[in-house]
């Protein structure tokens, strides 16, 4: 051995003469073994060491029981790709990549014979030279040999640096001449490991290690090598790194050197470009963004915080939430009663506020509260008990008559809402909701009935709520009616044919009604504003990409004609790398999205939070493909900020004011609605409802700056919500409502609260909105 390695020592003395400095060329590590930081640790970790593997820390890769976990870099974005954890009664690998309740590495070393050849320098895992069947591990500078034929037909497997089957590794062994004595050989199964032969017997071959992220040229030197999708840290300039970009399965572009902006600094652990420290999200220091849009000296009160002459100024509710009555007269099931129904013992809304029998005292408080318009939803099963328009209700239409009648009278516009979340349980039934293309053709059916129905009464028709939210919960995790848990496409199904359905809904009324009827059509789409947790260009993207998941993701189809391109190529990237052949991401015929395109006449807005947002995956099933881990992005507050009843609802009205030059800048200044806007207080809140006036205050004055200054078309606000209602799965514990209901009282008694005084002084002072601490 000592005439071997005293080899081994002369020919690293010859190579480290002829070096070339500098960042991108070094010298292999002679027999130095990989410490395999990116394997996961041991072989046979137990899967709970696994869980404090972070991808958000950016480790290249990592290994389970049974399949291998990679984290690579998409598009800027960092992202786990696939794993499948052993149960805990059986924790551990075997080499036939079986869960076994003993790991391998105790039973390998009892079997193992301590190497007699073979010399450690530092601990970890080599390949054999000579045996792909074999390979050697070093603890404590003490070499043991492992062989896999005990576990069948395996052989080394460098990324789970065990016995792994054929199919799930490559090998090579070293070829020794006396040409090439001394010549480096890159060993297949990974691309930064050569063999350097030292005599013409291959089992006399050293290991060679460039380490990562580098590889061995002609001249025997390791050059900096883009051999997956990230960032490499330049160890010469703290704040230079190198970019790689992956374009196929084996090629990428790069490295591509690159600096940090201003002060920033690479971060190698995260590869991210961090300020003033290596702390990727340092605490923000506070900002101009926490504005509560107090009176200011030098800005004219009655100028800046008036509403706009003919600004529609109104409260909204929707049919399942406050109706009640769900089987009354001829109505046939919602999924929301279906859903509700099979979880007996869950507040529902068979009776809610009752409004199907009490319409009129809703509108005694509309009126009271002095607004000029109210937006509800109609319900598709009350209005057609089969579900299309050829036998329709006549109490149904009947009903929704005279209250659209009555609130004429009133001088109160009626904003009427086509689908809030209640299809009929039947076409759920029948083929899957809103996850068929049938869908489409019912959908517009039911429009064009309630467009001849109601139009001529009608002027301003939103035809989908909040496809996002409800395509999320319904179809995508199942945490709402109709309870479809489909993660990873249920929620891009169910929003495509949404978009669809509003498209061809929206040419039936240009082409069938539009001229007589002179009405307005749009969607409502809900958006949380998300505000960069830093000033790092991390964060940046970050908040775009969750505004673009959020609303672009619906918004850009029906004014563009197609998704946005970043939300396509993120999930198309992370599709591809989960191991399918297309993208989970529903396309559009070039047919459709000339359909598509430019079918908003104004953009309805449900907002009501904002969040400080950054890089990270949502759940900690970090590789499970879904919706919200395609966006990569994490909201969260700050301590400080007040928050209503619905803690994940934090109060920051500078947000609307964000979201609304958001959409300008996006969409050419469209005409936006804002649809909902709302403060959620305790379940024994009561009549005193200071909190709810703050915010309204501080909401409406940050939405006229931006109507005022900002010059934002914003042509309405309705305020979610007129009463206390059934909040969906929530049931009746967060009260939203501007109007109390006594749910204990069955004639469901209606009394205004104290935040009334606020809407009423607007009426009374002409549309001044004041400010109130």
């Known amino acids: ?124 895992y080599f390949p054999s030279p000579a045996n792909c069947r074999k390979y050697y591990y070093c603890a404590d500078n003490v070499p043991y040999e492992y062989d896999c034929t005990p576990f069948g037909t395996t052989i080394f497997g460098a990324a789970r640096a065990m016995c792994v089957p054929t199919t799930e590794a490559t090998c090579s062994v070293a070829s020794c001449t006396t040409a090439n004595i001394g010549a480096y050989q890159q060993w297949r199964a990974d691309r930064s490991v050569y063999f350097v032969c030292t005599d013409t017997d291959p089992a006399h071959a050293y290991v060679a290690d460039c380490g990562d992220d580098r590889q061995i040229d002609a001249q025997g030197d390791c050059v900096l090598t883009c051999t997956r999708e990230g960032r490499i840290a330049n160890p010469d300039d703290k704040q230079q790194f190198y970019e790689c970009v992956q374009t196929t399965t084996t090629t990428f572009v790069g490295p591509t050197a690159k600096t940090c902006p201003g002060t920033s600094v690479f971060d190698a652990t995260t590869e991210r470009c961090v300020t003033g420290s290596s702390d990727p999200d340092p605490t923000p220091s506070p900002g101009s963004i926490e504005d509560y849009y107090a009176p200011t000296a030098g800005i004219d009160e009655n100028t800046m915080y008036k509403l706009p002459d003919g600004f529609r100024f109104g409260a909204s509710s929707a049919a399942y939430q406050v109706e009640g009555g769900w089987n009354a007269d001829d109505k046939s099931p919602s999924i929301w009663d279906s859903y509700f129904h099979q979880r007996p013992g869950t507040p529902n809304g068979d009776v809610a506020c009752d409004s199907y029998t009490h319409w009129d005292k809703d509108i005694e408080m509309l009126k009271a509260l002095g607004l000029n318009s109210y937006r509800f939803s109609l319900s598709w099963t009350r209005i057609l008990p089969d579900g299309d328009s050829s036998t329709p209700s006549l109490q149904g239409v009947a009903y929704y008559q005279q209250l659209i009648q009555a609130l004429k009278a009133a001088d109160i516009e009626p904003i009427v809402t086509v689908h809030h979340w209640d299809i009929p349980n039947k076409y759920q039934e029948y083929d899957g909701g809103w996850l068929s293309e049938n869908i489409i053709d019912r959908f517009v059916d039911y429009a064009d009935f309630v467009f001849g129905t109601f139009g001529n009464d009608v002027k301003t028709w939103v035809l989908m709520n909040e496809p996002h939210i409800f395509c999320s919960g319904g179809y995508e995790t199942g945490s709402a009616a109709p309870g479809v848990s489909q993660l990873g496409t249920g929620a891009y199904q169910c929003v495509h044919n949404m978009i669809l359905a509003h498209a061809k809904a929206y040419h039936l009324y240009s082409d069938k009604y539009r001229l007589t009827q002179q009405g307005k059509i749009g969607s409502s789409l809900d958006i949380q504003y998300a505000e960069p947790a830093t000033d790092s260009q991390e964060d940046k993207e970050a908040a775009e990409r969750a505004m673009v998941f959020g609303l672009a ?83 969260t507050s700050r301590p400080e900020w007040q928050h209503s009843a619905r803690y994940v609802f934090a109060i920051c009205p500078w947000g609307l004011r964000g979201t609304l030059n958001w959409l300008k800048a996006r969409y050419s200044n469209i005409a936006v609605f804002i649809t909902e806007n709302g403060y959620g207080g305790p379940e024994d809140e009561g009549l005193q409802d200071p909190n709810r006036t703050r915010y309204y205050s501080t909401y409406l004055r940050a939405m006229l700056r931006a109507i005022h200054e900002d010059g934002c078309n914003v042509i309405g606000y309705t305020a979610w919500s007129l009463l206390d209602n059934l909040e969906w799965t929530s049931g009746y514990t967060p009260r939203f409502g501007l109007v109390h209901v006594d749910f204990n009282d069955p004639q469901r008694t209606r009394t205004l609260k104290e935040s009334s005084k606020f809407f009423q002084e607007i009426k009374s002072s002409g549309g001044l909105v004041k400010y109130y601490e």
């Open 1 to 124: 051995m000592a005439g071997r390695l005293h080899l081994v020592l002369i020919l690293a003395a010859v190579v480290l003469a002829t070096a070339v400095e500098g960042t991108l060329r070094t010298k292999p590590r002679l027999l130095k073994p990989r410490q395999q930081h990116r394997l996961g640790g041991a072989l046979g970790a137990a899967t709970t060491a696994l869980a404090d593997l972070d991808c958000n820390g950016q480790i290249a890769s990592c290994s389970d029981c049974t399949t291998k976990l990679t984290c690579v870099k998409l598009l800027n974005i960092f992202r786990p790709l696939s794993t499948t954890a052993c149960p805990a009664s059986t924790p551990y690998c075997v080499g036939d990549g079986q869960c076994s309740a003993t790991p391998e590495n105790e039973t390998c070393r009892q079997q193992a014979d301590r190497a007699t050849d073979f010399t450690c320098v530092g601990d970890g």
């Open 553 to 635: 993701w619906i918004a850009d189809p029906l004014i563009f004609g197609d998704y946005p391109q970043l939300m396509k190529d993120m999930v198309l990237a992370n599709s591809l790398g989960a191991g399918l052949t297309t993208s989970r991401l529903p396309s559009f015929t070039e047919e459709q999205k000339a359909m598509i395109k430019g079918t908003l006449d104004f953009m309805g807005i449900n907002h009501y939070t904002t969040t400080l947002t950054t890089t990270a995956v949502h759940t900690e099933q970090v590789t499970q493909a879904s919706y919200t881990n395609d966006t990569n992005t994490v909201g």
